[in-house]
């Protein structure tokens, strides 16, 4: 499966942007979706994450109630909606394909098959 994240940009602090990951894949409803991140000098963290079926979605605590994930298998795309941004979500933000879906922080990048190149978001104060 290849995946392509777009709709990262620079946005001032409390704004919003939608993210978008595209998979090549007719079988991309067979996968669990997640959202990670990486900010310069820091680890791959997760943000976001939701079951192949759309039926389940979990946001990790540090973004909880601005974040949103969805899914559209019609269309193969994998969406992250992003409000009340903040400086310190500046990152590049990954999609990854792959792994079991549980609603937990501890998602582990090890636990995915399929990335993206990712997509820059940075949040000005």
């Known amino acids: 499966v290849q995946l392509q994240a777009c709709g990262g940009g620079l946005v001032q602090a409390g704004g919003s942007l939608r993210l978008s990951c595209a998979a090549s894949r007719h079988t991309f409803s067979n996968y669990n979706m997640a959202w990670f991140r990486q900010a310069p000098g820091k680890e791959r963290e997760f943000v976001s994450a939701?079951?192949?079926?759309?039926?389940?979605?979990y946001v990790a605590d540090s973004v909880k109630g601005r974040f949103t994930i969805s899914r559209d298998n019609a269309k193969n795309t994998v969406y992250l909606q992003m409000n009340s941004l903040k400086p310190e979500n500046t990152a590049v933000y990954y999609c990854?394909?792959?792994?079991?879906?549980?609603?937990?922080?501890?998602?582990?990048?090890?636990?995915?098959?399929?990335w993206g190149k990712g997509t820059q978001v940075t949040v000005s104060s």
């Open positions: 990854a394909a792959g792994g079991t879906f549980y609603p937990g922080d501890n998602y582990s990048p090890a636990g995915m098959t399929y």
């Open positions: 939701v079951s192949w079926s759309g039926d389940h979605t």
